[in-house]
């Protein structure tokens, strides 16, 4: 099994960054990619941003320029970049890790970004 642990949530102003971490461990080797979604109150789990074991990414169309993801093997953490931040980007982040097997889910880390 695959654990993740999220970092690097809070309250930034409009215009600001943040930066996420997603933190793996257990059958490490087992992950075929990662990524970032987000759920807003009211609002569906949506796809933010994913990385593929060989580095290739792609982005929700909302993010595209703003955020950046980004991996560490060495440390097996998955990096969320969040740069001008605006508060429709206001929701629970949760990382997730997808094996041939199975999909697992961080325990969601808070972005609130006021105007």
Same mark, same amino acid.
């Given at each position: 099994?695959?654990?993740?642990?999220?970092?690097? *949530?809070?309250?930034? #102003? @409009?215009? /600001?960054?943040? +930066?996420?971490?997603? =933190?793996?461990?257990? %059958?490490?080797?087992?992950? &075929?990619?990662? *990524?970032?979604?987000? #759920? @807003?109150? /009211?609002?569906? +789990?949506?796809?933010? =941003?994913?990385?593929? %074991?060989?580095?290739?990414? &792609?982005?929700?169309?909302?993010?595209?320029?703003?955020?950046?993801?980004? +991996?560490?093997?060495?440390?097996?953490?998955?990096?969320?970049?969040?740069?001008?931040?605006?508060?429709?980007?206001?929701?629970?982040?949760?990382?997730?890790?997808?094996?041939?097997?199975?999909?697992?889910?961080?325990?969601?880390?808070?972005?609130?970004?006021?105007?």
């Amino acid at each position: 099994q695959v654990q993740l642990v999220e970092s690097g *949530g809070g309250l930034v #102003q @409009a215009g /600001g960054s943040l +930066r996420l971490s997603c =933190a793996a461990s257990g %059958s490490i080797f087992s992950i &075929n990619f990662m *990524g970032w979604y987000r #759920q @807003a109150p /009211g609002n569906q +789990r949506e796809l933010v =941003a994913r990385i593929t %074991s060989g580095g290739a990414t &792609n982005y929700a169309d909302s993010v595209k320029g703003r955020f950046t993801i980004s +991996r560490d093997n060495a440390k097996n953490t998955v990096y969320l970049q969040m740069n001008s931040l605006k508060p429709e980007d206001t929701a629970v982040y949760y990382c997730n890790a997808v094996t041939s097997l199975y999909t697992a889910w961080g325990q969601g880390t808070q972005v609130t970004v006021s105007s």
